[in-house]
């Protein structure tokens, strides 16, 4: 057993390169009893470390300055009010949150334990005094008897606050947690059932929970039947330097020819997923009852994926007017790289590369119509420089060429610059394209560019120049952005503090205003103010907003205040948690509503206020999974029923919901006082394989029906576009009776609805509708190059968007706040009720009486479309048009969400998902996965819950995401990859048993690096695009949640062989392989050179260079070099096989950290000598060992 102990006291941290100080780096282990290592800025442990020695008792690493230049052990001590169990192993952490040059219990600071067994085991983590209350929160660790952690106990606080291990945890668990029906819950743990064998596969998966209990995620690991997968093939060519691969059927499978893996959720519904031997995934088949809904991939002769075949195109034949219209298409150059990819109903697209694979030039086929192509610049440091649309006509292949023969592929930042569309840009412009293109961004970093402003409000920032070895170098510093339509420019800019936290930002408008912002940062980086300044034009006159922010010994948001012009303080929410860190209960507008929060033991939200007893809640919302009254239950999930009562007129209200066997919403019932289903306002809806909608019903209030919809698709329904839509109602509520043909562009953009009376939709090059012709008036937008909108002219109404601030006709509406608007007009505070989607429910202000008056009420169907008949109000705010799903509603009836716009009355979008490939399944014109209850689209993409992205290395957000079991069904289906991480929480990234990195993960998108140990300090990103600064966002960060995310076991390999070589000479070895994901017995022959003999075992372990390709049996055999030596009994070896297996990458959130070669070799034999080898690796036979995270 080792004994060993850890501490790390953190305080602020800065990156290397913003200072020239000479960080300490550690690279060997430990020899020295009580070892203690200082610095003010950084301390990197590097493979090699360790302080695992019973010798050394403990080691302490600080960061900060220190006091006593030769600390002592007791300088670093936990808090003495603590009680550590010193016999136990453990490592403890405290990151401050107040500056201290030396340890002090009593400052603000974040404590953490974790208890480790006699194997290195982790068995039980402790979050000190995190609660609330200031209790420990602590999580148990419990292994089988085979070492296995088959049970993931939920963290519960513990009545102590000393961080000594605890006893009883399990046994607090079961009492803290609670069922539907408020008794004690037993079950708070997951739980897995896996294979008596050695490959420890999961067989059952069990959420925590009792409600939920027999209700597993069951897995099946077979192999494939005759005839129960189509062979389809390809037929390869090459043609302008790229693949043409033709598509071919093949008859079947034979039997047990294919990985066969079968995932049943908690509901029975199944998907089954198909593999070759390779690994690669051949087909993913979703059962909808007795219906299959197949995806096939397809791979060329080269290994390269080259079709995908959604369900729509499958049983129907090859032929390309089939594919053009259903599947995706890939082609790639002769380096591997995608240069031209084909989606459904879209043309062609082409992408070309620079000489360092950066990708230059892209085009549509929009584009391609008027000879142009966007294209992007890059700095030696691979950042992007500028961007634009190039006129030029020549082919994707001559563009190529042109690139690759042109010489230098980077821009410098110049002097002088030069100046296109209106603006000066200070860089070179000799990189390909030179000339002939419309500037559409520019990025500086390092310096400000020349006529940049001043800081605005006084404060000391980082300059270009050094200062105490600190400045702006690696920073991004300004921006600007032109408008598509016209020659306006937004320019931005940052300022940051000497820890490189933005501070300040200026942001100048294309109308000659600006919006400026001043954040005073606490120590630990979280904004305890924001002043923000906004002038619309040059002319206008200056509003100023203040805002404060006031957090709880953990960081937790608990007070955010809210000032105009120096008026009066609004209190816009006062925030109170429970014990697991959660959101319990908010006071919003200096108390005048108060929301109480309820979550179930999966961490859901339940229920917001209580709509059966309103009491003085003006809203109340209920979330049902497994207790509904008039569905079945749903444990996968999915959502069973949703209750709501509004004070406008006290009806409880209700929809429930049905589901098919792949999770698409079929029917959504209402009900209302009466206690029954009462016909109102209901929709039903069919699809076809696809998920395009094919009918949908819906009946208005009365129970008449107001829509009777078929929908027709174009290539006599072998297609996604939807050309035309039928109403047998003869209702013109809802949708219009109408029956008119739907037209496309050749982006599959819908460019008329005639039965809405739109004639035509122009779009720019983001596919964004740049104008709308229509016979209720014509709407006209202006768009920023990043997709931003800035302008709307409808009629006689000018619409301006300018950074939350909104305007009509020149004239300021409202300013939007974290709890709704500012009524710039009326001078008030309103204030929304949202659902679980960010559905604008209920608004209201503080009335005459000084109580809260109701002011809109909007309700909706399932998929968007608002009822009409009840609880209407006057007092609406016509000017503020955020609804469904907090999007705009515009004047055509469509919700702009940003990245497109969304049709409520048919449930779909009108343009093609840009971000389409990552559910291929699906239709590209779906509207949230068919599932508007459970899911939306934040910005009319695929909406993006965090997950471990195990092909990319990288941390990914997906707002849709709600739960495992759904990613789950992602993962089946082959839309993403890797291990669910929930909605937030701080993450540890390992490799083995090696942690490489961590970062805490936030519930709006938002990330933080977290690698270099202070959470609180290190590389921010937002999810909505400029860094800004924590305080105004993270108000639900559970820095109790521990969670781990499992990197690929490090393969090994052991055998026996010899070598004799003199000159040159021959060897072999025979043994046995483990890779990441399937095992074999191997036979290597090798020739060699040099001088060299021996004979006896070897053992090797493996790591990969490119990080995307796991290693296994298919690309550990083949070709390989190596050289080896030794002497005596040891020898050593370096080398790689044909596809580059020798090293590792891992990405943390955009960042890289590289571990170069570590392949070795251990042969207890008599050798001596040195000799270079190449050979040939065989598999004789292999097997599965673990899946593939997929």
Do not use: C
Request: aromatic share 12%; net charge neutral.
């Amino acid at each position: 057993m080792f004994k060993f102990k850890h501490f790390y006291t953190m305080g602020i941290l800065m990156a290397g390169t913003l200072s020239s100080h000479a960080q300490i780096i550690l690279t060997n282990p430990v020899t020295e009893q009580n070892k203690s290592v200082t610095d003010p800025y950084s301390i990197r442990l590097l493979p090699g470390f360790n302080a695992a020695s019973p010798a050394v008792n403990s080691f302490r690493a600080s960061l900060g300055a220190s006091s006593n230049p030769n600390p002592t052990p007791n300088n670093y001590a936990p808090d003495p009010t603590a009680s550590i169990s010193v016999n136990e192993n453990y490592i403890y952490s405290r990151t401050y949150l107040a500056p201290r040059s030396s340890s002090d219990p009593a400052a603000p600071q974040q404590q953490s334990i974790s208890y480790f067994d006699g194997l290195g085991r982790p068995k039980q983590e402790l979050s000190i005094k995190s609660t609330p209350n200031g209790n420990d929160l602590v999580t148990d660790i419990p292994y089988d008897s085979f070492g296995r952690q088959v049970q993931s106990w939920l963290p519960v606080p513990m009545n102590t606050l000393n961080g000594n291990i605890q006893s009883g945890v399990q046994a607090a668990a079961r009492n803290h947690y609670k069922k539907a029906d408020g008794s004690t819950d037993p079950l708070a743990y997951g739980e897995k059932t896996l294979e008596n064998s050695p490959l420890d596969r999961v067989l059952a998966q069990a959420a925590p929970g009792s409600d939920w209990d027999g209700k597993k995620v069951q897995y099946q690991y077979q192999a494939n039947a005759d005839g129960e997968v189509y062979r389809y093939t390809t037929s390869t060519s090459w043609s302008n330097n790229a693949t043409v691969s033709v598509l071919g059927l093949s008859g079947t499978y034979g039997a047990n020819s294919l990985y066969k893996n079968v995932v049943t959720d908690e509901d029975g519904n199944s998907t089954i997923e198909f593999k070759n031997g390779q690994g690669q995934t051949v087909l993913v088949r979703k059962k909808n009852g007795s219906e299959d809904l197949d995806t096939y991939y397809v791979y060329n002769e080269y290994n390269q994926l080259a079709f995908v075949i959604p369900p729509l195109a499958v049983h129907k034949g090859v032929d390309a007017t089939l594919l053009n219209e259903l599947a995706y298409q890939y082609r790639y150059d002769g380096q591997n790289k995608l240069v031209e990819k084909k989606l459904p109903g879209k043309d062609w697209e082409y992408m070309v590369y620079d000489q360092q694979d950066r990708l230059v030039l892209t085009q549509d086929g929009k584009l391609r119509q008027l000879n142009k192509w966007l294209f992007t610049k890059y700095d030696k440091f691979g950042r992007v420089a500028y961007t634009g649309v190039l006129d030029s006509a020549p082919g994707r292949d001559a563009q190529q060429s042109n690139m690759v023969h042109f010489g230098g592929n980077n821009e410098e930042r110049s002097a002088s610059g030069f100046t296109q569309n209106g603006t000066t840009v200070y860089y070179s412009s000799s990189a390909y394209p030179v000339g002939n293109f419309t500037l559409l961004t520019v990025n500086y970093y390092d310096e400000y560019p020349p006529g940049s402003p001043g800081v605005f409000n006084g404060a000391s920032v980082l300059g270009s120049v050094p200062v105490n070895g600190r400045s702006t170098k690696g920073l991004p510093v300004a921006s600007m952005v032109k408008n598509i339509e016209d020659n306006g420019w937004t320019k931005s800019y940052t300022w940051y503090d000497d820890k490189a936290r933005p501070v300040a930002t200026e942001s100048r408008n294309h109308l000659g205003g600006y919006t400026r912002t001043s954040s005073v940062l606490a120590f630990s980086g979280v904004s305890t103010s924001t002043t923000t300044y906004h002038k619309r034009d040059a002319a206008s006159g200056e509003m100023v907003m203040k805002e404060e922010f006031s957090y709880d010994h953990q960081n937790r948001l608990v007070k955010h205040t809210h000032q105009v012009n120096g008026g009066s303080v609004e209190v816009l929410t006062e925030n109170i948690y429970n014990e697991l860190g959660q959101l319990e209960s908010q006071n919003i507008g200096n108390g005048i509503q108060s929301v109480k929060n309820e979550y179930n033991i999966r961490g859901a939200l339940t229920k917001m206020n209580d709509p059966r007893n309103l009491m003085n809640k003006l809203f109340g919302f209920e979330l049902k999974y497994i207790n509904p009254s008039g569905t079945s239950k749903k444990y996968n999930g999915n959502i069973a029923e949703t209750d709501w009562a509004t004070q406008s007129d006290g009806t409880l209200r209700r929809y429930s919901y049905q589901y098919d066997g792949v999770n698409r919403l079929k029917e959504g019932n209402y009900w209302d006082n009466a206690g029954a289903i009462s016909g109102s306002y209901a929709e039903r809806l069919n699809y076809d394989v696809n998920g395009n909608i094919t009918g949908l019903q819906r009946t208005g209030l009365g129970a008449g029906v107001m829509d009777q919809l078929s929908y027709t698709y174009d290539q006599s329904g072998n297609s996604n576009k939807l050309i035309r839509v039928n109403d047998a109602s003869g209702n013109a509520a809802g949708y219009p009776v109408g029956g008119n043909t739907i037209g496309y562009d050749i982006n599959g953009n819908m460019v008329n609805h005639l039965d809405k009376g739109i004639s035509n939709i122009a779009y720019n090059y983001l596919n964004l509708p740049s104008s709308i012709t229509a016979s209720i008036g014509n709407t006209d937008y202006v768009y920023r190059a990043d997709g931003t909108k800035v302008r709307k002219v409808f009629g006689g109404k000018t619409t301006d968007y300018l950074d939350g601030f909104q305007y009509e006709n020149g004239v300021l509406q409202f300013v939007l706040t974290s709890e709704g608007y500012y009524d710039v007009e009326k001078n008030k505070y309103i204030y929304n009720y949202t659902d679980h989607l960010g559905n604008v429910r209920l608004s209201y202000t503080k009335g005459a009486s000084g109580g809260a008056e109701i002011i809109e009420e909007n309700n909706y169907y399932p998929f968007g479309l608002k009822h009409q008949g009840y609880n209407s109000s006057s007092l609406a705010n016509n000017t503020y048009q955020y609804k469904y799903n907090g999007k705009e509603l515009q004047e055509t009836g469509m919700y702009d969400y940003g990245a497109r716009m969304y049709m409520p009355e048919l449930g779909r979008w009108g343009v093609v998902d840009p971000l389409a490939e990552k559910m291929r399944r699906h239709s590209p014109y779906n509207y949230a996965f068919n599932n508007p209850i459970r899911f939306i689209d934040s910005d009319g993409r695929q909406g993006t819950d965090w997950f471990w992205d195990s092909k990319k290395k990288a941390f990914t957000y997906d707002a849709s995401l709600t739960s495992a079991e759904q990613f789950n069904t992602l993962k089946d289906q082959g839309l993403v990859e890797g291990q669910y991480l929930g909605k937030e929480g701080q993450f540890n990234v390992v490799y083995g048993n090696e942690t490489i990195g961590k970062v805490a993960l936030y519930n709006n998108g938002d990330w933080l690096n977290m690698s270099s140990g202070d959470a609180n300090t290190f590389d921010y990103h937002s999810a909505d695009g400029p860094e800004r600064t924590r305080g105004q966002y993270f108000t639900n960060l559970d820095s109790s949640r521990n969670w781990g995310v499992q990197i690929l076991d490090k393969p090994f390999s052991i055998g026996i062989g010899g070598e004799l070589t003199v000159g040159v000479g021959a060897g072999f070895e025979i043994g046995y392989f483990s890779g990441n994901y399937d095992s074999g017995a191997y036979l290597n022959l090798f020739k060699s050179a040099g001088a060299s003999v021996g004979v006896g075992g070897a053992y090797n372990e493996y790591t990969t260079q490119n990080g995307n390709s796991p290693l296994t049996t298919a690309n550990f055999g083949g070709n390989y070099w190596n050289v080896s030596g030794g002497v005596g009994p040891l020898s050593g070896n370096y080398g790689a096989t044909q596809k580059d297996n020798v090293g590792r990458n891992v990405s943390i959130g955009g960042a890289s950290v590289s571990s170069g070669v570590l392949n070795f070799l251990k042969r207890p034999k008599l050798s001596a000598g040195i000799s270079a080898q190449a050979g040939t690796t065989y598999i004789i036979k292999s097997k599965k060992i673990r899946e593939n995270e997929k």
